[in-house]
C-alpha cells in the first residue's frame, strides 16, 4: 500500500509522514526535493533540474512492492510545481502518476503558520491556499481516496 502525504509548504507533511510509517511498521520515503534543494542553497530550480527530482521520485515509486510505503511528497507535488514554475508539465510525468499511483493521500491543510527555512518559498496564504486547491483538484481527478488533514 502508498500513501502519499501531500499539501502546501510547512503544513505538517514530513511530521505526519514519519509519525505514521513508525506507528504502523511502514517504509518512510523522504521529500527528495528538500535534500536537493538544500543541498543546491536556493529554492530556484530550472525545468531540467526539477525533472531529475521527478526521476528519482519515479525511482522510489518502481521501488515500492509490497508492504507499507509512506511518501512525504510524491508526484502530483511536482507536476503542480511543474505547471506554476514553468505553465507546463512533461507527458512522461502525467504517465508516471498513472503507472504508480497512491492507494490513498492525506491532503495537508494550511491551517498552521508558515515557518521559513531555506527549503521554502511560497509562504503567503494565497499561494498556500492555491496550491492546496490544486493538489485537492489532481487527486480528485485521478479517483484515489484521501482525508483532509486539519491541524487546528
Same mark, same amino acid.
Given at each position: 500500500?502508498?500513501?502519499?502525504?501531500?499539501?502546501?509548504?510547512?503544513?505538517?507533511?514530513?511530521?505526519?509522514?514519519?509519525?505514521?510509517?513508525?506507528?504502523?511498521?511502514?517504509? !518512510?520515503?523522504?521529500?527528495?526535493?528538500?535534500?536537493?534543494?538544500?543541498?543546491?542553497?536556493?529554492?530556484?530550480?530550472?525545468?531540467?533540474?526539477?525533472?531529475?527530482?521527478?526521476?528519482?521520485?519515479?525511482?522510489?515509486?518502481?521501488?515500492?512492492?509490497?508492504?507499507?510505503?509512506? !511518501?512525504?511528497?510524491?508526484?502530483?507535488?511536482?507536476?503542480?510545481? !511543474?505547471?506554476?514554475?514553468?505553465?507546463?508539465?512533461?507527458?512522461?510525468?502525467?504517465?508516471?502518476?498513472?503507472?504508480?499511483?497512491?492507494?490513498?493521500?492525506?491532503?495537508?491543510?494550511?491551517?498552521?503558520?508558515?515557518?521559513?527555512?531555506?527549503?521554502?518559498?511560497?509562504?503567503?496564504?494565497?499561494?498556500?491556499?492555491?496550491? !492546496?486547491?490544486?493538489?485537492?483538484?489532481?487527486?480528485?481527478?485521478?479517483?484515489?481516496?484521501?482525508?483532509?488533514?486539519?491541524?487546528?
Amino acid at each position: 500500500m502508498r500513501i502519499g502525504i501531500i499539501g502546501p509548504e510547512s503544513t505538517g507533511k514530513s511530521t505526519l509522514a514519519q509519525a505514521i510509517a513508525t506507528r504502523l511498521g511502514g517504509k !518512510f520515503v523522504q521529500e527528495y526535493a528538500r535534500t536537493f534543494v538544500e543541498q543546491k542553497g536556493t529554492t530556484e530550480v530550472s525545468w531540467d533540474e526539477l525533472c531529475r527530482i521527478a526521476q528519482k521520485q519515479i525511482d522510489e515509486l518502481a521501488e515500492a512492492a509490497e508492504g507499507l510505503w509512506i !511518501f512525504d511528497t510524491e508526484l502530483i507535488i511536482t507536476k503542480v510545481w !511543474f505547471d506554476y514554475a514553468f505553465h507546463s508539465v512533461p507527458e512522461w510525468l502525467e504517465t508516471a502518476i498513472r503507472t504508480y499511483p497512491m492507494d490513498l493521500y492525506l491532503l495537508c491543510l494550511p491551517d498552521i503558520p508558515w515557518q521559513a527555512d531555506a527549503a521554502r518559498s511560497n509562504g503567503s496564504d494565497a499561494i498556500r491556499q492555491e496550491l !492546496f486547491n490544486r493538489y485537492e483538484k489532481e487527486i480528485r481527478e485521478l479517483g484515489i481516496p484521501y482525508y483532509i488533514i486539519r491541524h487546528s
